[in-house]
């Protein structure tokens, strides 16, 4: 199947050297950004607006939106999150690497629309190659005069800071971020009153854009409202990165528009599954998206509204397919230790619920599972995210918390026979007590 390329065009075509500013000026780059620096901030936020972009970031919220809520005090700041660090995502890894001067001139842009003049990128800090290449980017750009006190001889002033993360995933949450930069703990802030674009870096209006958002702004200035509504599904407009990983034949990165079935994106992009398997079920957003099996969901359409009306998201666009060889217990506890291991701490439900989730499943993977384990399991993950439904209800400040519970109730409401035979196996083991029958 053909790709429609747009942000992975450049590195496409020009594999060697997709990351210089050679090539990237020999391409056309910056001349966006010169664009951008003529037009007024309502005239941006329109643009983005009316094009249709959503963000990649996982909320799936309009960029252009975002962007209006930016509240009038001033200094306001602009951050770009790359702390990507979430099972089976390694989209933004390859938008730094291979071409960071796209995600640069998105950033000018994106910086005049808000009307910043310092601006941050915060990268992953267990991605040294692809910081080491936005910061040379950083410094190509300013020695070239698209950055610092003039930019292009406008006046317009920009300096753009490069920053590492420790390597916790809950960073890539946008407050906990901002905590972050700031030097403090890396804890999610409490929505309301701290929205970013209100009360954000230092308490003042700051926007948080994900790379992948970032880097469509200069194709949508450059070619405009039409063309980007044009490129692929009506509603959810444009190309999306999708990390497709796990079971298949092809696992790695696609650019695609949405609007093509998960059959498709599974067996005719992704080449089927390896060792032609059968298809068990896969996580369509994320680690923190609920499963989807191939009885109910293979024949849906990849889109925000019908994707979330099923009972999932697309999230972060990390696709992790799962064949008939998988156990879905093991499974699950996987990601549930994830979770349990990257709660920041501050909330009990979470702190001690994703701890108490992985210790069960454990058991029932050591061949020490109770009967009542399942039902233990239902109301652990009750008091993380009431209900147990979705969207989730959550008890927590951020959504880490029923981030683990999405695949316990995955396996309890797709796979409750094998979590139950687990069980059994572990009821006919005999259990010897010192002292009697002996």
């Known amino acids: 199947m053909n ?17 210089t500013i050679d090539r990237y000026l020999e391409t056309g780059g910056y001349e966006q950004a010169r664009v951008a620096l003529g037009r007024t901030r309502d005239e941006l936020v329109e643009l983005v607006k009316s094009s249709g972009l959503i963000g990649r970031g996982g909320a799936g919220f309009s960029a252009g939106m975002k962007w209006s809520f930016l509240a009038p005090a001033r200094p306001a700041y602009l951050v770009v ?180 079935t998960w059959r498709k994106l599974i067996y005719d992009v992704a080449g089927g599954i390896r060792n032609d398997n059968e298809l068990k079920a896969w996580v369509p957003g994320g680690a923190s998206a609920p499963w989807f099996v191939p009885s109910e969901h293979l024949d849906l359409e990849i889109t925000k509204s019908v994707t979330d009306s099923s009972g999932s998201m697309l999230g972060s666009g990390a696709v992790i397919v799962m064949d008939e060889t998988t156990d879905m217990v093991a499974a699950a506890e996987r990601l549930v230790r994830f979770f349990a291991e990257e709660s920041c701490g501050q909330c009990t439900p979470c702190r001690e619920g994703t701890t108490w989730l992985d210790m069960i499943l454990r058991r029932m993977l050591d061949g020490g599972g109770r009967a009542v384990d399942l039902d233990l399991l239902y109301d652990v993950s009750d008091n993380i995210s009431v209900g147990v439904g979705w969207p989730p209800k959550q008890t927590t400040i951020c959504p880490l918390g029923p981030s683990a519970v999405s695949a316990v109730k995955s396996l309890l409401e797709y796979f409750r026979p094998e979590a139950e035979a687990h069980i059994a196996r572990a009821n006919r083991v005999p259990v010897t007590i010192k002292g009697f029958g002996q």
């Open 3 to 19: 790709q429609t390329l747009v942000l992975f065009k450049r590195m496409t075509e020009h594999p060697a050297d997709s990351h």
């Open 81 to 260: 999150n790359g702390d990507e660090s979430e099972p089976g995502t390694f989209k933004d890894r390859q938008l730094l690497e291979r071409d960071p001067h796209q995600m640069v001139e998105g950033m000018i842009i994106a910086a005049v629309a808000n009307e910043v003049h310092e601006a941050f990128v915060y990268i992953r800090g267990e991605y040294p190659k692809p910081a080491r290449r936005v910061q040379q980017a950083v410094a190509d750009a300013y020695e070239r005069g698209f950055l610092g006190r003039d930019v292009m001889g406008t006046g317009y002033h920009l300096d753009i800071t490069v920053h590492l993360g420790a390597g916790a995933y809950i960073c890539g949450e946008e407050t906990a971020l901002l905590n972050s930069l700031e030097g403090r703990r890396g804890e999610p802030r409490l929505k309301p009153p701290f929205f970013p674009a209100a009360k954000g870096l230092y308490m003042l209006p700051t926007i948080v854009n994900n790379v992948e958002t970032i880097s469509n702004l200069p194709h949508i200035v450059e070619r405009g409202i039409d063309w980007y509504r044009g490129l692929g599904h009506d509603v959810d407009t444009g190309t999306f990165l999708f990390s497709v990983s796990g079971h298949v034949q092809k696992p790695g990165n696609y650019e695609l528009p949405h609007g093509m």
